[in-house]
């Protein structure tokens, strides 16, 4: 729990993030400080309309380009104060415009970011391989 693996797919960062149970149990703290906390205004596939914004909850799988101008946040997990934030519960920052977003791509009101990460479409082989740029089986 805690590590992001990076990969490149279509020309684009896509962040694997393995969550711990204590991050999922923070999400709904942050709700009344995110922009779209149920991401109904989101890219995402309709999969991922869940508070996790998951498949599985404990994986995230997000593209990592910032919504405002395509720059790659951070990924900041530690718990507390922050120089940007200080009541932080994890998430990604982006230090370039100081946009941030919560352990499941979702942005915070007052920052330049418009939109929570995307989701890209995303599936699991078997219990250890995702595929990425296809939906699961029977979803839309």
């Given at each position: 729990?805690?590590?992001?693996?990076?990969?490149?797919?279509?020309?684009?960062?896509?962040?694997?993030?393995?969550?711990?149970?204590?991050?999922?149990?923070?999400?709904?703290?942050?709700?009344?400080?995110?922009?779209?906390?149920?991401?109904?205004?989101?890219?995402?596939?309709?999969?991922?309309?869940?508070?996790?914004?998951?498949?599985?909850?404990?994986?995230?799988?997000?593209?990592?380009?910032?919504?405002?101008?395509?720059?790659?946040?951070?990924?900041?997990?530690?718990?507390?104060?922050?120089?940007?934030?200080?009541?932080?519960?994890?998430?990604?920052?982006?230090?370039?415009?100081?946009?941030?977003?919560?352990?499941?791509?979702?942005?915070?009101?007052g920052v330049p970011a418009p939109?929570?990460?995307?989701?890209?479409?995303?599936?699991?082989?078997?219990?250890?391989?995702?595929?990425?740029?296809?939906?699961?089986?029977?979803?839309?």
């Open positions: 729990p805690g590590q992001l693996l990076k990969v490149q797919w279509r020309g684009q960062t896509i962040g694997i993030l393995r969550r711990s149970e204590e991050s999922l149990g923070l999400l709904p703290q942050n709700d009344n400080s995110l922009r779209d906390p149920e991401s109904a205004e989101s890219d995402q596939p309709q999969f991922a309309q869940n508070v996790a914004r998951a498949l599985r909850p404990e994986y995230l799988v997000v593209n990592m380009h910032c919504t405002h101008l395509g720059c790659v946040p951070q990924l900041v997990p530690e718990v507390g104060s922050q120089p940007f934030d200080d009541s932080w519960n994890g998430g990604f920052f982006c230090p370039c415009h100081k946009s941030k977003f919560d352990m499941a791509g979702r942005v915070y009101k939109a929570n990460l995307k989701i890209p479409p995303y599936s699991y082989l078997d219990d250890t391989t995702i595929v990425i740029g296809v939906n699961p089986e029977g979803a839309v």
